[in-house]
C-alpha cells in the first residue's frame, strides 16, 4: 500500500532562513507527487506538482521540490521564508494506477517568527 | 464564483446522534471526496464519489455514510457508530481521472458533546 511519511510535524524558522520540509513515499512503482499548503483560515491548495520530466519542479510563491526517486524523497524547499510563509504542508502522491485518489503525509506544520 | 461550499463551518451534537454535513460544487466536477483531518494526522480519506450514484470506501469509513444522487451533492453522515467524531472534515472534488488537483471546501469542524 502507498504511504507517506513527513517526519518534521512543527517547524519553527526565522524570516530569511532556508526551509526544508522532507517527505518520502512508499511505493515501487510510477508516482505522480504533490505538495498541499493550508494558509490560517484558508482552503487547503496545490502548491506543486510533479509528474515526470525535470526532477525538481517549481510551484508558487517561490517554493521548489526536488524528487529524488532512488531516496523515494519530494522534499520542499524554499531559499527564504517570509512570515506569510507560515501554514501547514501536506505531502501527497497518486500512483499511476490508482487515478482515482491520493494519499496525503501527515503535515508539517510551518511557524515563521517575524 | 466557481467553487466548494461546506455548511456549516461548526456544528456541535450531542453523543449518540447522526449528523449530516452538506458539501455543495459548482465546478461541474465529477469526482467528490471526504476527508478527515486530525492535528498529527493529516488528511485520511472517508469515501469517494467518481459518478453520480457510485462510490467507494476510503481508508476510515466505518461509522460514516455517504450519497451521490447529485453530481453537485456529496453528504456525509456521521453516525453515532464512529467512536469518534469530532475532527474537522474536508470535502473535496475533481476532474474525474485527475485525482492529484483537488479543490477544497473550507471544512466543517464538528464536536460531539
Known amino acids: 500500500a502507498q504511504s507517506v511519511s513527513q517526519h518534521n510535524h512543527h517547524v519553527i524558522l526565522s524570516e530569511a532562513a532556508s526551509l526544508e520540509l522532507g517527505c518520502n513515499y512508499s511505493?515501487?512503482?510510477?508516482?505522480?507527487l504533490f505538495w498541499y499548503v493550508q494558509y490560517p483560515g484558508q482552503h487547503l491548495q496545490l502548491l506543486l506538482k510533479?509528474?515526470?520530466?525535470?526532477?525538481l519542479v517549481k510551484g508558487i510563491k517561490g517554493f521548489e521540490a526536488e524528487f529524488i526517486k532512488s531516496k523515494f524523497s519530494f522534499n520542499l524547499r524554499k531559499p527564504s521564508v517570509q512570515w506569510s510563509d507560515t501554514a501547514e504542508y501536506f505531502c501527497?502522491?497518486?500512483?499511476?494506477?490508482?487515478?482515482?485518489?491520493?494519499?496525503f503525509g501527515s503535515g508539517t506544520r510551518l511557524s515563521i517568527r517575524p | 464564483d466557481g467553487g466548494i461550499t461546506q455548511s456549516p463551518k461548526y456544528l456541535f451534537r450531542k453523543e449518540g446522534q447522526n449528523v449530516t454535513l452538506s458539501c455543495e460544487q459548482n465546478?461541474?466536477?465529477?469526482?467528490m471526496y471526504w476527508y478527515r483531518q486530525d492535528p498529527g494526522q493529516g488528511l485520511r480519506l472517508i469515501y469517494y464519489?467518481?459518478?453520480?450514484?457510485?462510490?467507494q470506501k476510503g481508508d476510515i469509513a466505518e461509522g460514516y455514510s455517504v450519497s451521490r444522487e447529485k453530481k453537485e451533492s456529496f453528504p456525509l453522515t456521521v453516525t453515532s457508530a464512529q467512536k469518534n467524531p469530532t475532527a474537522f472534515y474536508l470535502c473535496?472534488?475533481?476532474?474525474?481521472?485527475?485525482?492529484?488537483?483537488?479543490?477544497f471546501g473550507p471544512g466543517t469542524r464538528l464536536t460531539v458533546l
Open positions: 510533479y509528474f515526470s520530466g525535470d526532477p
Open positions: 501527497a502522491v497518486n500512483a499511476d494506477s490508482s487515478a482515482s485518489k491520493i494519499i
Open positions: 473535496a472534488s475533481t476532474v474525474r481521472g485527475r485525482a492529484y488537483e483537488q479543490f
Open positions: 464519489s467518481q459518478i453520480v450514484n457510485d462510490f
Open positions: 511505493y515501487g512503482g510510477t508516482v505522480n
Open positions: 465546478l461541474n466536477h465529477d469526482a
